[in-house]
């Protein structure tokens, strides 16, 4: 498998305080398997949809104990010059470029606009080895109080260009998407005030495959998750966005039951 093109959304991790809670969660709602920890690498887990890698669990380091998040990663070539784009561009590196073995390399940053995300430089482990399939990784969307932000950082950092969607049934929605060449990678949303209280930092929502998106919230709420929307029928797929026992926030899409047609997208000068 050839490694991901840059900017592409590669892999999915995420810290937990109870990592064997987290494991039983989403290996109920998700049919995820999970391998050996590596105690080398901070007991790091991989979480395996029919034998291929579709995202891992940790346990936080000292002193980054709190609430749980998804963190998504982005392809590089090159960490390091990455890196100086996101401090070119008014972001901040939160972790400097760090060498996992013989794994690849990493870093973790946030844009302008208080968006968290990590950067992957493929070594021996190149990233998602399914997508799009039950239980794996397909989508994820930038929500931010200040899309303007997100709007000039991202593309300044990675090779992407945006196209705005246009929905005349809700006139008053910010949703672009970023494109790399003619493939959509990444959705947009403005965060409001009606839809997330002040307390709630900007952030990307990874979404994962269903095979029944109704059957996978009953799952998650009956385990303790909260339904925070949805489900919904969409052109994309029937979703819904949830939050795990512990806080972090996903949502669930099963691409088979789309419903509607898909709407009209402007290119962003």
């Known amino acids: 498998m050839a490694a991901h093109p840059e900017g592409t959304p590669c892999w999915a991790d995420a810290m937990f305080s109870d990592v064997e809670a987290a494991k039983s969660f989403y290996g109920d709602v998700l049919g995820w398997t999970f391998g050996e920890s590596s105690t080398e690498y901070g007991n790091y887990t991989q979480a395996y949809v029919d034998g291929k890698a579709v995202a891992a669990v940790v346990p936080p380091m000292p002193g ?36 996992v073995g013989e794994f690849g390399s990493m870093l973790l940053a946030r844009s302008p606009d208080g968006v968290v995300f990590g950067v992957w430089q493929a070594g021996v482990h190149e990233g998602f080895e399914a997508m799009g399939v039950p239980g ?71 979404y994962f495959t269903v095979a029944d998106c109704d ?29 795990d026992p512990q806080g972090a926030s ?20």
């Not at 196209?163 to 990444?186: Q, T």
């Not at 799952?219 to 819904?240: E, H, N, Q, S, V």
């Not at 669930?252 to 047609?261: C, K, L, R, S, Y």
């Not at 009209?264 to 000068?269: A, H, S």
Request: aromatic fraction near 12%; glycine fraction near 6%; hydrophobic fraction near 40%.
């Open 136 to 206: 794996a990784y397909i989508w994820a969307e930038v929500f931010t109080r200040e899309p303007e932000k997100s709007d000039t950082f991202f593309p300044a950092v990675f090779p992407f260009r945006a196209k705005r969607m246009e929905d005349p049934d809700s006139p008053h929605m910010d949703f672009r998407v970023f494109h790399l060449g003619a493939d959509p990678l990444l959705g947009r949303m403005r965060m409001t005030a009606e839809d997330f209280p002040p307390e709630v930092p900007s952030f990307i929502n990874v």
């Open 215 to 243: 059957d996978a919230v009953a799952k998650a709420t009956k385990l303790g998750g909260i339904l925070r929307y949805g489900p919904m029928d969409t052109p994309f797929g029937r979703f819904a966005a949830l939050s």
């Open 64 to 99: 980054q104990e709190g609430q749980s998040a998804w963190c998504l990663y982005f392809a590089s070539p090159d960490v390091n010059a990455t890196a100086a784009k996101v401090r070119d561009n008014g972001g901040e590196v939160l972790m400097e470029p760090m060498r």
């Open 250 to 269: 996903f949502s669930v899409i099963d691409v088979t039951n789309a419903q509607g047609e898909m709407p009209p997208m402007t290119d962003v000068d």
